[in-house]
Each structure stands twice: as C-alpha cells, then as structure tokens.
C-alpha cells in the first residue's frame, strides 16, 4: 500500500479527540512529534510541518506531518506530507525547511538511510526536495538533491542533517548541521540558482572553542537589524552559568563576511531557560516580524503519562527581536483575538499563601507583576488540587527563579526542576505565563528571558495559588484563551 495513504487512513482512524489535545498549541492528533519543520508562509497561510511518528508514542522512522494556519495560533491538520517510501529517504525523512518560489511549496528535508559495508552497518544523511502545492507534495526525481559526498572528505556523511533555506539575489542558500570525523560540530552552506542543483560553499560556522556540544542540529541563520543570528541546537552541552546539561538550543551573534561565506560570531547566549524546549526553527512573515516556535520537550524527560495516547508538543510562536545585543521573544499578537474571561487587580497584598476570584484556569494568558514587598520569595502555584501542583518560584534574596514540577503527577526519577539567574533585573519582576493544559511558558520581563516546561498533572487540577514568605504587592492581569 502507497505509505502517504496508509498512514494517513491510520490517522484517521485513531486520532484522539480534540478536546484530550493542547487548545493552541499544536500537538499530534496521534503517536509521536518532536522538530518542527517547513515553518513558512506560503499562499496566504503559515504551514508547519514537523517530525511526525504517529504509529508509536515514541520516536521512529520519521515522517512529516502538516497543519496550517491563518494567524499563528489557531491550527487546522492537513494529511501527512512526506513518508519515508524511496531508497534515498527509506529509514526516514528527518528535520528540513521549505520555501515558497515560483514552481510552489518547496521542502528540503534530510534523507536517511542505512547500508551495510564490510559487515559493518552505516547510517547516511543527505538533502533531499519534494515540490507541491500547500496540501500535497511530490519529491523530485534527482534526489537526494544534495549528497553528503561533495563535501570535504573529513566531514561527516552520518551527521549531515537539518537544511534551512532561504533566497538571496543570485539564487538560495541553505545551511545544514555536520560534524568533522574527528567531532567538531558545524555548519555548512551549500548554494543553487534553481533549488535543484547544488554545490557546497564552505563551513559557515564551526566550534573553535570545543565548549557547544558535539553536533549542531537545526541551524537557522537570518538578520535581524543588520545583524547576523546563528540558531543552533547543540547535542550533549556540559552546563555553565548560561546553559544547562544536556541538549541545548542558542543563539550566536556575528559578522557575516559575504565574499568569504564565512559567519565570525562573538556571542553565544541560551534561547530559553526552562526544561521543554529544542530544536526551534524561525520564518520571516509577510509584515516584517520573525517568527520563532520551537519542540517543547526534552530528549532526556519525557513525562507523558502511560495511557496518553500522543507524545509532545511545539511552543506558542514567539515573535523575535533584537534589542541591546539580546534576543527578546514574545508570544505573536494575535493571541489576543482569542482572550476571553479578562479581569485585572492591581496593588493586591500577598501575605502567606492566597487566591483571588477567577483567577484560575489551565488555559490561559495571565501577567503578574511584583511592584514591591518585604520578601525573600514569591511563589505562583498553578495547575493545582489538593494533590497536585506545579510553581514558579522567585528568590528576591538571590536573584533566581525556578520552574517545579515535582509534584504534578510525575512517577519517574527525571527533571522535575530547573533554577537560572534573573539575567537582567528591574525594580520589579514582571511574569507574562502562557497556560495551555499541560505546558507552561514564563516570559520573564517582557520576554528578555523564557522558560518552557510541560507537566501533565489532571486538568481538573485548576487551581492558582500565590505565596509570599512576609509581603508583597502584585498586579495581576489575567485572559481565558478559547480557539475551538
């Protein structure tokens, strides 16, 4: 049976109902996701695609799933785009990009395949298009459009992974993740005048420090305000005062020698805080604004409870700018249509723990504000019954704040809490939280810094609770979101 249809009938037939999903953020309808992929304005609409592995709650031979919209927030499923089903892509059709051009829909995605050797079996990576028309996609005959052999012979032909691509007066670029054989992580940039024929340029970037991980999956490179950002997402990263063990996701900003094809970055900063969150992927959109969403979840603590029936989730779309030589992120605008439920208290007195009428809710967009108080810590419990809870916590005394989970549900010995610094500090801390059922997303003073997390306690566990140590006074401004 053709696999596009198979799966695509297996969707059909054992898609969870909507309501068990996240309200706004997109989510598989069954089985696993994790990169997003494509993201791209194309004929009026914003398509996401992304890794899609829906026969299993796990990861597994990759597919693309696909879903559109018209304002970034509410997601309509469209059928499942690629499926790995020729020679060059048949273990998997992994993480890529797409752009709109004169033909239609282009997406560039990473082929995998295995084959074995001298006994020995060896698995290789290389870029491959499908051309279509915002619905449904055929791949081209020449594939894989870019093969991992015209590169230099010491760079890696099994991490070759993850194109993004974009259009510049003589034609498109795109970069791709790659290590040398002897492991430093870098990335690539191939050029071509027509999206069919390709040929490498150089190493665009590289690790010259040894200090951001082994590989560099999912890069994004664009200018902001005349300057250049690298996006990558570095694998297994030794924690320091700005990143944590494990996968990370930065950002590196630089200088962009054109005549060379060479990007000389001088800064590297975490893109988000928290526990959830890798592999993001950005768009231009018609307006001007870039668009950033990324995977809310970790490689390393999965906390899905057994009986779900789906696994993993994106981030809100997150608009992006650069401001005093830091990335600034905050959820798109167009939230707002969907507010529901508004109520505002201001100069409210926090002594212990207490709660305020309606406000509430696991599906929410609310902003506390800490004007002033006599205190060492500050505490938001949400998500929360007499058994569950999750919080966000403030230590004034230190200047840190924590994201927990430890008590939502979780029967596994995994990442349940995550401290960082306040980086840039104000008289005042101001939290904007995003509530979608089983995630959280703080953007701390107006998005300088974010922190992700899922937790998947029930969602009858509505409850939000304040809690001070002595006082302080808060504002509140708090939205329902309702998009069905």
Known sequence: MDKLKKVNDYIEKNKVDYKELPEFHV????????????????????????????????????HWGHCVSSDLIKWEYYPVALAPDMKYDMDGCFSGSAIETDEGHMLVYTGVTHEENDGKKNEYQNQCVALGDGKSYKKIENNPAINGEIM???????????????????????????????????VVLFHSKDM???????????????????????????????????????????????FHNGNNSVYFIGNYDRDMHKFDYNKVYALDDGIDFYAPQTTLMPDGRRVMIGWMQSWDSNIRPFKQKWSCMMTIPREIKLIDGRIIQNPVREIKKYYTDSI?????????????????????????????????????????????????????????????????????????????????????????????????????????????????????????????????????????????
């Open 27 to 62: 989510a598989p309808q069954v089985g696993w996701i994790n990169d997003p992929n494509g993201f791209s304005y194309y004929e009026g609409m914003v398509h996401l695609f992304y890794q899609f592995h829906p026969y299993s709650k796990e990861w597994g031979p990759m």
């Open 344 to 484: 505002n208290y201001v100069e409210q007195t926090v002594e212990g723990e207490c709660s305020f009428p309606k406000i509430n809710g696991r599906v929410l967009d609310m902003t506390v504000e800490i004007k002033d108080g006599d205190y060492d810590e500050f505490k938001i419990n949400f998500a929360k019954n007499d058994k569950f809870s999750s919080s966000i916590i403030y230590d004034k005394s230190k200047n840190e704040i924590e994201i927990n989970r430890l008590y939502s549900g979780m029967n596994r010995d995994t990442i349940g809490t995550r401290k960082v610094k306040v980086r840039y500090p104000k008289q005042s801390l101001k939290l904007r939280v995003i509530f979608d059922k089983y995630s959280v997303e703080i953007f701390v003073n107006d998005g300088s810094q974010v922190l992700s997390m899922t937790y998947y306690t029930p969602v009858e566990a509505d409850e939000i609770s304040f809690e001070c140590n002595n006082t302080a006074v808060i504002n509140i401004e708090k939205h329902g979101i309702s998009v069905r």
């Open 152 to 186: 230099p012979q010491n760079f890696s032909r099994e991490h070759f992974r993850d194109p993004k691509v974009w259009k510049e007066d003589d034609g498109y670029y795109l970069v791709v993740g790659n290590k040398t054989n002897d492991g430093k992580p870098q």
């Open 196 to 242: 069919y024929d390709w040929r490498y340029v150089s190493v665009l970037a590289e690790d010259v420090t040894g200090k951001y991980g082994t590989m560099w999956e999912c890069p994004d490179f664009f200018e902001i305000n005349g300057q250049y950002i690298l996006i990558a997402s570095p694998q297994d990263m030794c924690a320091d005062d700005e």
